[in-house]
């Protein structure tokens, strides 16, 4: 009889262990593979957090000064990627799913010249100064199908706090400038970028 039973307790353990096995390996791939940004249950985006911690791959930008007054984004344009996915651009000239690539708005510091510009100990130029918004997209082809595998968001353009969340910009807003403008290169300026653009990651 205690033979019958050990032989049940050792089945039983060993079934346990397959289960185990069985659930956890998924469980585990997924998390790996998941987005560094939550989606909420209505199609919202949470502002996301940690980002510049990540890849900083340039600033572009183009102030009011040189823009007639009226420039689309005055601001400095700080850029961030994810070490994994700036990897996998250098080597396949392509952002893996479920890249995220945050542009940090900041201010030109209080211009003093026509052209925005200011002069400082290190001569006439611009410098930053205060965070004001955050803009994101993020590749899944799936969920983004319509505009070419990518999504834009925005957080705010306006100094912090940024909106909690933020909805899945209109085309005519974001995707439809990538579209006609950056569609060859995965929807991303790289252009602007030396790092993705040169593809010399050091």
Known sequence: MQKYLLLIIVGLGLAASAVYLLVAKPVTAAQTEQSSV???ADGTMQLPTGFRKWVFVGAPLTPNGLNN????????HHVYVEQKNVDAYLKTG????GTVIVKELTRVLDPT???SSRKEPSGRGYFNGEYNGIDLSIKDSKRF???NGWGFFTFGHHPLPYDKTAA???VTECAGCHIANVAATDMTWIQFYPL???KKGY
């Open 168 to 170: 899945e910009k209109p």
């Open 38 to 40: 939550v989606f909420n």
């Open 196 to 198: 993705l653009r040169d």
């Open 94 to 97: 392509e952002f893996p799913e």
């Open 145 to 147: 199908a319509k505009t």
């Open 69 to 76: 007054g009226k420039a689309g984004f005055p601001e400095y």
């Open 113 to 115: 010249f026509p052209d």
